[in-house]
């Protein structure tokens, strides 16, 4: 396993990333240099699982293979503006979500750094919910966890349960009664009222119907006037096309291409229907 | 230096980097050329931007920490209201679990064992040891597990981390309250009347929930970077259980075992322990008749000195606590 990975490895490495141009011109408020991301995953075993294995690994002095290290981001470096909006896309796997992540200042870089201007901060409120309690209390603990303060809370709270339009009575439901859908709408709807600096939003449009898409995308438009910049992770190349003006393509961790929005995702389209 | 100061990969896959030349380069930005030379991060200084992962002042993460008090007491009454909604008993378990608790200690060593000889009221003063030991044994337990089952919120949003530990501990502090109601029921049901020292049980508990902190930070930081502690931990709670005097006295080991009679310091070592050193206080200011009952040349360790332990536990562990986990707080994140 350990050759394989040296071999894959090497082919990562003879890929060249184009290089970075920098724009004296514009004010920078994102600079990521060089950036390797690394991080552990427990649980992914390769070898039977029995006590027995285990020791004798222990007395060979191996380390654990429950921790698999996975090299998400190899060298990403790229500038980003005040005014951007970037659209991150590649395949599954290709490291979008981690180099958000990283930039956001959520996973400590291996090598390399990130520099912004003001707190980037990621559209993903999710995690702070939980399933068992009613749409109410989780809008509260969701502003809570986003780092507003109560009264804050209590003046968004009219405006969130509005915009994320859910059916009559659902919002006194816990959430695990709630369709997907809804449940995204209640976790963007929570997440956009904010203010941020520099706003990444990972996936926020792939759930919802096609009003809701309407609907988020004016208000993604309306944050991105207000932030510096907006870095967006889609898999919808038309929701990048008609969002953002400059595309990074990634691949395996690294930066395939750097560009317009028309010229990357042509390029792209073409690599992946090969 | 730090953009150059990367590993044997990256030095293959751009090698020039960053005096880049039009070859190759897909941007095409209307764009001119940076100083040459320049490295990004010199690039990035030169325009004030700052790392985004690095770890704040201590006194910006106490402000900041300050800012998330309503997010620890929310986060910690959603999480007690959200552990018993599959049960159907619900809410009602809160209770149930310490009181089914000291019920299996009182069947085994009351009844079976016979720990209760010597001490007067026993399950009043068994129950007291068995509701407040928990209360630190179960922040222990769950600090451990505070970072590791929430990777997914620290890799999603910013707040100080020693928001988890501290809020973990909450929950126990809010579990901890319904089981001091039962606590004081228990006991008037076993006939002591209420006194004024029962209000010392405020302080009392207020000492123990800030070295319950300190000790939760401290179990949360070894928790999130090496996962087998919580494996451990049980084992741990159980000896520190035994050994602070919940279910016999310290006193009386001293009697039935010839090993602390030839070691006399162990039973010192005892008595500084803060398991023990709350639980006894609590004993002493519930149970006047334990107080009065006990021999003194048996009795514990004067109250002055025990408040004394108490206030230093309390300090020592949650100041110390508190730092050592601090000085991870930019790498928690990465499991």
Redesign the interface.
Known sequence: MGRALEVAEKEQARHVPPPVVIDTTRQPIVVVDDLHIKYKVYGTVREKGTGASALGRILRGRSRPQMTEIHAVRGVSFVAYKGDAIGVIGTNGSGKSTLLKAVAGLLPPAAGGVYTDGQPSLLGVGAALMRDLTGERNIILGCLAMGLTPEETKEKYPEIVQFAGLRKGFIKYPMSTYSSGMGARLRFAIASARTHDVLLIDEALATGDAKFRRRSKRKIEQMRKNAGAVFLVAHQLDVVAETCNRVLWLDEGQIVMDGSPEEVIAAYTEAINK | M??F???R??A???PE??A??PT????????????SG????A???R????????RPSLGLYLTRLW??R??IW??AS??S??MY??SRLGQLWQVLTPILNAGVYFLIFGLLLGAKEGIPDYVPWLVTGVFLFSFTQRSVTSGAKSVGT?L????????PRATLPLAYTVVEFQQAMVALAVLFAIVMAFGVMPALTWLLIIPIVALQLLFNMGIGLIVARLGAFT?DISQLIPFITRTWLYASGVIFSVASLHDRSDFIKENPWISDVLEINPGYVYIELARQALLPPYVAQTDPQVAATNPGTLWAYAVVWAVVVLVGGFYWFYRAE??Y???
């Open positions: 730090r953009g100061g990367c590993n990969l990256c293959m896959s751009h980097r960053p880049s030349g190759g380069s897909l941007t095409a930005p209307p764009a001119s050329q940076g100083k320049e490295s990004l991060t690039f990035a200084a325009h004030g931007l700052t790392q985004s992962a690095a800012g998330r309503h997010f929310m986060f959603s999480k209201k959200a909604t599959s929430n997914s919120l620290i890799r999603a949003l910013h707040f996962r930019e790498r994140g990465r499991g």
